[in-house]
């Protein structure tokens, strides 16, 4: 999923589900996070603490995407959790949409809720989750399971001018690295995947979170025709789950609620609506803050989504270097790196060995 799912469709879910203004501002800034916060370092104080940051992403082409421990480290905990279905290894680690495992992380998020970085570890593990109901299928290590036929793919009843944005990022692709255009979903696929040396679903490029989406295509290992991926209908299920999720987050830390949550059932014919739009990463977002906007999702008086502040926490990485080691701790960048320390440790120490899987 992208910013207008992990951002503001988790914001207007928050609050929605009952969670006041700043903690849902809180909840989507780190369900974002995830995403950018790519670079590992860091900083250290003059009384002798240090601070290092937890990586929580790569992308599609950076060259540590080749990097075995960083795919085990980043993209198994971060953005696709194993499903632990199968019979052998690399089956288990294949992601599944609202998985067992997923719940268990979930559970597992709901029962440190009493933290200070509680909303912080919210926000992330509603990344997660999200992630397993559009990465569902590919995993997070580089393996052959996650090629797939570069002729294969079928994406269904676009308008024309998606269609053309769509094949403009490809032509975009091809133009950085240098390739010409054929056709040119099949060779974007074919260069992402050796890219990305098979990892995740860069085969498919960003059609998995692409919500407006129902298409299919072909793994190359099995020949297998994938069912058809019908994005919107799966999105709304992802919409739900995160609801649920933030309404047992607004019971378990009331001093963070505010107002009585709408019923999810009122809210599926303007998520779905939302979801079905056929449009680039800016009207995808723009559907989500006019629905907010409109009182869709909920009527007090703050009826927008505060700006994206994924910038503003990094940000804090210069301030912290300016303050005594002790008074990191209240920074939202500092309460971000606690949360994915302990979603880390759990997911590969804990969640994945007690169902027979040693990753890292």
Request: with cysteine.
């Amino acid at each position: 999923m992208q910013i207008d799912m992990h951002y503001y469709g988790v914001f207007a879910l928050a609050r929605a589900a009952g969670l006041d203004h700043e903690a849902a501002r809180i909840v989507a800034t780190a369900s974002q996070f995830v995403d950018d916060n790519g670079d590992k370092g860091h900083v250290a104080f003059d009384d002798g603490g240090r601070i290092d940051f937890e990586a929580t992403a790569h992308h599609t082409t950076h060259f540590k995407n080749i990097d075995e421990v960083d795919q085990r480290q980043i993209c198994v905990p971060f953005h696709f959790l194993p499903g632990g279905e199968g019979d052998r290894f690399l089956e288990c680690l294949v992601c599944r949409k609202d998985s067992q495992l997923a719940r268990k992380m979930v559970d597992h998020a709901l029962a440190n809720m009493d933290r200070s970085f509680a909303l912080e570890l919210a926000g992330l593990t509603a990344h997660v989750y999200a992630d397993t109901f559009s990465h569902y299928g590919f995993s997070g290590i580089s393996a052959a399971e996650n090629k797939v036929v570069n002729d294969s793919f079928d994406l269904g009843d676009l308008e024309p001018s998606i269609r053309e944005y769509i094949a403009g990022k490809a032509a975009d692709f091809l133009e950085k690295y240098g390739m010409d255009c054929g056709r040119l979903d099949n060779i974007l696929s074919s260069m992402a995947e050796r890219f990305s040396c098979a990892l995740g679903h860069g085969a498919v490029l960003t059609y998995p979170d692409r919500p407006y989406l129902v298409w299919s295509f072909a793994y190359e290992k099995t020949g297998q025709r994938c069912e058809t991926r019908n994005n919107p209908r799966t999105f709304l299920d992802a919409c739900r789950a995160l609801y649920n999720f933030f309404g047992k987050i607004a019971e378990a830390r009331p001093e963070y609620s505010e107002g009585s949550p709408r019923k999810f059932e009122d809210l599926e014919d303007t998520i779905t609506r939302i979801l079905k739009k056929q449009a680039d990463r800016d009207g995808r977002i723009g559907a989500w803050r006019s629905a907010v906007s409109e009182g869709l999702f909920f009527g007090d008086a703050q009826k927008t989504v505060p700006t994206y502040g994924g910038e503003s926490w990094l940000g804090e990485a210069d301030v912290l270097e300016k303050r005594p080691s002790g008074m990191s701790t209240g920074l939202s960048l500092f309460r971000f790196y606690q949360a994915a320390a302990l979603h880390r440790t759990y997911v590969l120490r804990d969640l994945l060995p007690s169902h027979g899987l040693v990753v890292a």
